[in-house]
């Protein structure tokens, strides 16, 4: 699941093009994607139907701000969500989280990464890749 702040901005686009990019590699890996942020149904569809046919995955209108407050990503000031990134196992565990700037746009690829490395189960080390071996407890 991930938070940005708003539609029709700069960054925003970026990060869910790159998501729908990778959308069927994350679907081969039993992963589903879901985006959130504070604006309406209108303006997702608006914004959508404009400039982003390709996204297929969902993405909510927290206009109540349920979802932002929930997941500790809600700027009070500006009612906007961070960017936020949650990675949740099919348990409904928690497994990683990063919140960032929102000038600065994640990187897809490492959001890949992560939730390969933490489908192996095992110990993955800071340039860890698929098909890597785990590093083994002694």
């Given at each position: 699941m991930f938070f940005y702040p708003r539609d029709f901005t700069f960054v925003c686009p970026t990060e869910i093009k790159g998501f729908a990019k990778m959308?069927?590699?994350f679907k081969k890996i039993d992963t589903e994607i879901l985006a959130a942020s504070t604006d309406s149904v209108n303006s997702h569809k608006a914004w959508f139907e404009r400039d982003l046919d390709m996204v297929t995955f969902p993405v909510l209108a927290d206009t109540a701000?349920?979802?932002t407050r929930d997941y500790e990503v809600l700027s009070e000031?500006?009612?906007e969500a961070e960017r936020g990134t949650f990675i949740?196992?099919?348990?409904?565990n928690l497994r990683y989280v990063v919140i960032s700037d929102g000038n600065?746009?994640?990187s897809v690829e490492e959001t890949m990464?992560?939730?390969k490395a933490l489908q192996t189960g095992g110990l993955c080390p800071i340039d860890w890749e698929p098909g890597q071996e785990n590093l083994k407890k002694e």
């Open positions: 959308y069927d590699e701000h349920t979802l000031d500006t009612g949740i196992d099919p348990e409904g600065v746009g994640r990464r992560v939730v």
